[in-house]
Each structure stands twice: as C-alpha cells, then as structure tokens.
C-alpha cells in the first residue's frame, strides 16, 4: 500500500496578550470539508473525532473517520494524528518536522502555524471549520479561556490582571504534506 497522504491544517491570527492558544486533540470534534480523491465529489461540514475508533474492514487498523464516497470501490478513511504520531512519521524529514502541530505563541502573530495533522486515504481534507470548543487559551498572565473562533474574531477580558485578550482576522487553511 502507498503511503497515506498527511493533510495539516494551519492558523493565523493577531494575537494580543495571549500566551499560548492550543488546539484540543481530544475532547473536541473537528468539522472538515473532505473531497473524494478520484472524482469531484465533496462532502462539507465531516466531523472527526480523535476519539473514535472505526475498526476498518479486512485490516486490523482503525481510523478516526471511514465514509463511502458514491463512486468509490472502497471506503475512505481518515485519522487525526498527534504530535508524537506526527514526529515518528516524518522522522527523517527535517522539513515535514517543521510542521509538527503546536500551539500559537506572541512569537506566531499573523503568521500560519501548523495545529492539526490528518492521516487519510480516499478522500482529500479540503478544508477544517473552526467550533467553539477547538481551542484552549492562556493569557500571558496564566488565565485560562475557551475562544469560540468560528468567528474571525474574539475578544474577552482578564478582569483580574485587567487585561484584554483577543484573537482577530482569524483564518484557517489545510495543505497536503508530500
């Protein structure tokens, strides 16, 4: 079997006091927009959760996500992948490491980070939509908020450091990695 392609999905936003803002893993459903690999077919709106654990027929893998696009022979599968996943298979590639997921940090203002990895086969991620549950916030005094970033824009306020915190222009995009 070819290798499965790895889609990562990347954010930027202008931070202002945030300290780190991570994406959950676990705990939080994704929403993606995945296109059949060998006909136009897209299905908007999937949702993947690292959580699930689809048994995959005739193979003793699992995946995250398994759908049948209407042309296709087979299923298409498809599975978030951790850091950890992440860094064991691209090991050897200085540059693909690059793009382990991570946090945003002050460092990263306006800049595209890499926060999820997909493994998937049969089907392209096209696109990722950001809920209101997706991220964890902490401020650069240590508080903790839950951004609802569906929005490109989110603001609260740290009452007790009085310090505003925001997000704004928030966008997001998903590349293959070859």
């Known amino acids: 079997l070819a290798a ?9 936003g202008e931070l202002e006091n945030v300290g780190t803002l991570s994406p959950r893993t676990t ?13 136009d077919e897209v299905r908007e709106g999937v949702t993947i959760d690292a959580e699930d654990r689809v048994e995959l027929e005739g193979s003793r893998g699992t995946a995250n996500l398994v759908l ?4 296709a022979a087979e299923k298409a599968q498809c599975s978030i992948l951790t850091a950890e996943e992440f ?9 693909a490491l690059e793009l382990t997921p991570r946090a945003m940090t002050a460092e990263d203002d306006s800049q595209f980070v890499p926060f999820l990895a ?10 990722i939509r950001v809920t209101g549950d997706n991220f964890d916030l902490i401020d650069t005094a240590g508080t903790k908020f ?26 997001t995009k998903v590349e293959v990695l070859r």
């Not at 839950?146 to 989110?154: A, F, I, K, N, V």
């Open 4 to 12: 499965m392609p790895v889609f990562v999905a990347y954010a930027k």
């Open 87 to 95: 860094k064991a298979k691209f090991k050897n590639k200085k540059q």
């Open 146 to 171: 839950t951004p609802d970033l569906s929005e490109p824009d989110w603001s609260d306020y740290d009452a007790e450091q009085d310090l505003p915190v925001s997000v704004t222009n928030f966008v």
């Open 118 to 127: 997909f493994e998937a086969r049969g089907l392209d991620v096209a696109a």
């Open 27 to 39: 705990k939080s459903v994704w929403i993606i927009d995945v296109k059949h690999g060998q006909s």
């Open 68 to 71: 049948k696009f209407a042309d």
